[in-house]
């Protein structure tokens, strides 16, 4: 079973990475991978509440995608809610932080502020793996989205993610 999901989950990352991509795809691309994070990493036990909490803090680009992605099942039994949010401190009970780049100057206060509270950070913004986020986007040349893991990051917020997972991302520590 856990090699079928992670074949599937591979698949999907290779599909879904190698679209050309104008930036409503990128962010279509990018939202399903951060869905896709949820599903293989696993929180402390009674770390999710009745619902898994996706907050976005700062300006986000997704219009619209993670409830679409919301709408259409669950993650961990729990229906999925999506907060957007404009100060990093209202990130305290969500699973998943995207970080959004408009927040590039609190990038170290937030993962600071965020330590030991497993939460999955994720952010498409360069240099943000170095400064503690879990899981960060980046473009290549052909236009595939990519991503960057800091395993380092993951076990300081007691957070395990699928082996294979970590395989498929640009390992930053």
Known sequence: MTIRISILFAATLWLG?????????EYTVKASIV????????WEAGAIGEYFVIDILGDSPFDGEFERLAAKGRIKNRPIR??????????????????????????????RYLKGSNTLLVSDS????????????????NETVHFEVNPKA???????TDMLLLSLGKVVN
Request: hydrophobic letters at 35%.
């Open 17 to 25: 990475t190698s679209i050309s991509q104008s930036q409503s795809v």
């Open 35 to 42: 869905e896709k994070f949820s599903r293989f990493t696993e």
């Open 82 to 111: 999506i907060n957007y949010i404009a100060d990093y401190h209202d990130a305290r009970d969500c699973q998943v932080l995207f970080i959004c780049r408009s927040e590039r100057d609190n990038v170290k206060e937030i993962v």
């Open 126 to 141: 360069p240099g943000f793996s170095e400064m503690g986020v879990h899981f960060n986007f980046y473009m290549k040349e």
């Open 154 to 160: 993951l076990s300081r917020a007691k957070l395990r």
